[in-house]
C-alpha cells in the first residue's frame, strides 16, 4: 500500500495502537503524525543524499542554494554544473561524488524511477544501492518517505533507533538487524512506525531543548 493522504496515516496509527501498546503510548504522546512525502522522482532522492547526518533546516539551506544554482535541479542540470558551483552550494566532497553517479545512472538508465516507483523493494535497493554512494539507509528512505510505501522501514536510520531505544525502555541503542527484528510487529504498517517514532524523537528533542 502506498501512504498518500493523512487519512491514510490515521488508518496506519489506528492499526498500530491495537498491534502495540508502545505504539499505542507514542500515539498518545505525539498527537497528529504528518504524512511527510516526497518526490519520487530525482529531486526526492537528492533531497535525501542532501540531508544525511545534517538538520532539516541546514539541509533545507543546501536545497535552496543547489535549486538556484542547478535550474532545473535534474541529472542534466547536475551533469552540467562545475564542481565549484555544487561545492558553493553546501555539498561535501562525497555528496558530491554521489550526486554525480545518481545523475550519470538517470542518464544511462540504470535509475529509472517510475520503474521504481512500482518494483519491490528488493529490486528497489539493488537498483539505488548498485550507484556508488547510495547505502541501503538511502534505499530505505526514499521507499520509506519518497514511495510511501506503507511497510517500508529504515532500520539503520539513527533518530528511528533512538526513539525505539527511549520507546521500549532499551539499555543499548538497537542494531540495524536488531530494528528489524523488533518492527517486525508492526507489520504491515512500518512505513508508519517510522513517522510515528520520528515524531516522538523530534518531541523529545525540542523537550530536552527547553529543559
Known amino acids: 500500500m502506498i501512504l498518500e493522504t493523512s487519512r491514510d496515516i490515521e488508518a496506519g496509527i489506528a492499526a498500530l495502537t491495537q498491534l502495540c501498546p508502545h505504539m499505542a503510548r507514542a500515539a498518545t504522546a505525539v498527537g497528529t503524525v504528518p504524512l511527510r512525502?516526497?518526490?519520487?522522482?530525482?529531486?526526492?532522492?537528492v533531497r535525501i543524499?542532501?540531508?544525511?547526518q545534517l538538520?532539516?533546516?541546514s539541509a533545507n539551506a543546501i536545497l535552496n542554494r543547489l535549486s538556484t544554482a542547478v535550474d532545473p535541479l535534474d541529472a542534466k542540470g547536475v551533469l552540467a554544473a562545475s564542481d565549484a558551483t555544487l561545492r558553493a552550494a553546501g555539498l561535501s566532497?562525497?555528496?558530491?561524488?554521489?550526486?554525480?553517479?545518481?545523475?550519470?545512472?538517470?542518464?544511462?538508465g540504470d535509475i529509472n524511477f517510475a520503474g521504481l516507483d512500482s518494483a519491490s523493494p528488493e529490486a528497489v535497493h539493488e537498483a539505488l544501492t548498485a550507484v556508488r554512494g547510495i547505502g541501503p539507509w538511502t534505499a530505505d528512505i526514499w521507499l520509506v518517505l519518497c514511495?510511501?510505501?506503507?511497510?517500508?522501514?529504515?532500520?539503520?536510520?539513527?533518530?528511528?533507533q533512538v526513539a525505539v531505544q527511549d520507546l521500549l525502555g532499551l539499555e543499548a541503542r538497537p542494531s540495524a538487524a536488531e530494528m528489524l527484528t523488533i518492527a517486525e510487529?508492526?507489520?504491515?504498517?512500518?512505513?508508519?512506525?517510522?513517522?510515528?517514532?520520528?515524531?516522538?524523537?523530534?518531541?523529545r528533542k525540542q523537550e530536552a531543548k527547553r529543559n
Do not use: E, N
Not at 543524499?49 to 544525511?52: D, E, F, L, N, S
Open 93 to 108: 566532497a562525497a555528496k558530491l561524488a554521489t550526486l554525480r553517479a545518481v545523475s550519470i545512472a538517470v542518464r544511462d
Open 49 to 52: 543524499i542532501v540531508g544525511q
Open 37 to 45: 512525502r516526497w518526490s519520487p522522482g530525482f529531486d526526492g532522492l
Open 185 to 203: 510487529r508492526w507489520r504491515p504498517w512500518r512505513g508508519v512506525a517510522a513517522r510515528l517514532l520520528w515524531a516522538t524523537y523530534a518531541t
Open 147 to 160: 514511495r510511501g510505501d506503507s511497510d517500508a522501514f529504515a532500520s539503520g536510520d539513527l533518530a528511528l
Open 55 to 57: 538538520s532539516v533546516a
